[in-house]
């Protein structure tokens, strides 16, 4: 004799929460990028077990330097545009956002060295099941590395007229430089050295910001130290 019941479960939906994909420790050059995919081994991703058709919100927010997704498409932006922003806030789907995250692509801000970050979070909106909207935020931090940048000088305009020939002469340091339009941008505490092709005959007096050299041939400039 025999006797078969059968007990019906219900397994009820519950929310698990969007799981973030970031790498470790990366570098960039100074004025340089650094795309996230997986040729490089660094890809950014998004996955979420129980997402299914829904729409996630995603934001991403940096230090010194900017973010462009590698698409928008199936994108809604809250926030930003994707495009070189420094924040940005947008929903999609989970495939959506995984697209707009291939080739993510950081910028640091011009001239910056040191350290940066980008930090991404993501909120499943509840999608799905109990429990609410769930998130994950994590972090990438940057080392931008030091590039030497070439100094720039201009065509005083107009022509600077610093003495009658044969007679002395003094200028302003600043004054120079600004005729010069001497720049470089990460001189810091170093030397700059302005050669001139065709200068006044005559000396250049000692000076707190520069060398005493002879005119004709080139001046060696310092920073002033406050």
């Given at each position: 004799l025999s006797d078969s019941d059968t007990i019906n479960i219900t397994v009820n939906d519950v929310n698990d929460a969007p799981v973030n994909s970031l790498p470790g420790v990366q570098t960039v050059a100074e004025d340089g990028s650094l795309v996230f995919n997986t040729t490089n081994n660094n890809r950014v991703s998004i996955?979420?077990?129980?997402?299914?058709?829904?729409?996630?919100?995603?934001?991403?927010?940096?230090?010194?330097?900017?973010?462009?997704?590698?698409?928008?498409?199936?994108?809604?932006?809250?926030?930003?545009?994707?495009?070189?922003?420094?924040?940005?806030?947008?929903?999609?789907?989970l495939a959506n956002l995984n697209t707009a995250l291939t080739n993510l692509t950081f910028i640091p801000n011009a001239n910056f060295n040191g350290s940066a970050s980008f930090t991404m979070t993501t909120d499943d909106q509840g999608n799905s099941g109990s429990g609410g909207s769930l998130s994950d935020t994590d972090t990438v931090a940057l080392t931008?590395?030091?590039?030497?940048?070439?100094?720039?000088?201009?065509?005083?305009?107009?022509?600077?007229?610093?003495?009658?020939?044969?007679?002395?002469?003094?200028?302003?340091?600043?004054?120079?430089?600004?005729?010069?339009?001497?720049?470089?941008?990460?001189?810091?505490?170093?030397v700059m050295i302005l050669t001139f092709l065709d200068a006044p005959t005559g000396d250049l007096p000692p000076h707190a910001g520069r060398d005493a050299v002879d005119a004709v041939e080139q001046a060696v400039l310092r920073p002033v130290v406050p």
């Open positions: 996955n979420d077990v129980d997402a299914r058709a829904g729409v996630l919100r995603v934001v991403l927010t940096t230090a010194n330097g900017t973010l462009s997704l590698g698409s928008t498409s199936g994108l809604t932006f809250l926030s930003g545009n994707g495009t070189q922003n420094t924040s940005m806030s947008f929903t999609g789907t931008t590395t030091s590039v030497n940048d070439a100094p720039t000088v201009g065509n005083a305009t107009p022509a600077l007229r610093i003495a009658v020939a044969g007679d002395p002469f003094t200028i302003a340091y600043a004054t120079l430089l600004a005729a010069m339009g001497a720049a470089d941008v990460d001189i810091g505490q170093g």
